[in-house]
Nanobody, 119 residues
Framework: QVQVVESGGGLVQPGGSLRLSCAAS????????MGWYRQAPGKQREMVAA???????NYADSVKGRFTISRDNAKNTVYLQMNSLKPEDTAVYYC?????????????WGQGTQVTVSS
């Protein structure tokens, strides 16, 4: 069994910063893709930032230049550094990790962490 757990959400003022973490655990042979998605009330879930298996980052246009995704392979952890936060960044942020457990590739989602940007 594999799982991912997010942390680091919270309340921040506009212009502030937060760093989200997502740690994968369980039977992990290799990790394929890693990424962050978000869902605001009344809206569909959208990709925020993602890393391909080769490490190439991809960002939503709305966060380019403000957010940075990175990974620590030794810790099976992916991070999302969020700077210059705006009220429209308010959402539940979900971690998504593609985990190869030696038998199959499992697309794994975390439980989500709330990010609220408000004065």
């Amino acid at each position: 069994q594999v799982q991912v757990v997010e942390s680091g959400g919270g309340l921040v003022q506009p212009g502030g910063s937060l760093r989200l973490s997502c740690a994968a655990s369980g039977r992990i042979f290799t990790i394929n893709h890693m990424g962050w998605y978000r869902q605001a009330p009344g809206k569909q879930r959208e990709m925020v930032a993602a890393l391909s298996s080769g490490g190439t980052p991809n960002y939503a246009d709305s966060v380019k230049g403000r957010f940075t995704i990175s990974r620590d392979n030794a810790k099976n952890t992916v991070y999302l550094q969020m700077n210059s936060l705006k009220p429209e960044d308010t959402a539940v942020y979900y971690c998504n990790v593609g985990i190869n457990d030696g038998w199959s590739l499992i697309d794994t989602w975390g439980q989500g962490t709330q990010v609220t940007v408000s004065s």
